[in-house]
């Protein structure tokens, strides 16, 4: 068993974790140096599934399947999609690992041209964008535009899915930026042993928003 992390002594408290990504590591998962820093662990992904309506979950930036596997365990289906073709492909490897390869479409494309597209049919949405590398902690505040595709384009662009979206968001997000978007939302903390490791945004879908005007004011007015 590898006990000092291949990717360099800076990544050694994430290798040190390895099992709480995935807990089947040792039969052949892959992963490169993002990949360790930024896999969804395993259970916290399962937690983000049942909190995603529907059962076929588009997932915008699937890296080395973290989240992917989690939400394939519980979902119908899942579209995954990663601007990096090797990522995909230790992605996929990975869901042979946990038997849910075939609930699982990989598809290697930018998320913004899918989302521009309008192609692809799903029930809901999930966006881990990366945050920088392990260096966004030593910012005070971290804001939508430093996510990368910016966060605000994201969002924009999810809107116009009529679809409900989620966003994961570090612990040093600047929550004042979603307070000001003026649409209602709700914030899971993940947490590993008690501590929160980052937070996930559940975001409702704009039709759903228009109903509950409509409900509320007898009009279909968006804020
Ligand atoms: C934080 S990682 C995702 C981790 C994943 N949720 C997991 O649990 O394994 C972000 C991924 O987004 C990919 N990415 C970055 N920009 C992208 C874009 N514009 N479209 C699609 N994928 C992108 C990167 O290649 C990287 O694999």
Redesign the pocket.
Known sequence: MQTSSPFGADTQKYWDQRYFLFSRFDEGIQLDR??LY???PESI?SDIARSLPGSCVL??????????IGFARYKKSVIS????KG?LEM?RHNAKIYGVEDKIRFIH????DILASGELSFDSLFF????GGPDYSKEKIFNLDMF??DGRDLIDAARRTKRPFALVVPKNFNMNQIYSLGIPFSVQWNKADQSNLFATIYFEAVDSLQDKEKRTHGEGVLR
Do not use: L, Q, R, T
Request: hydrophobic share 30%; glycine share 16%.
């Open positions: 993002e990949g930024s896999a969804k992904a997932d915008g930036f699937c890296g080395v399947g973290g989240s992917a999609i990663d601007n990096n990522k992605a494309a930018d998320i913004k881990d964008p990366p945050w990368s595709p």
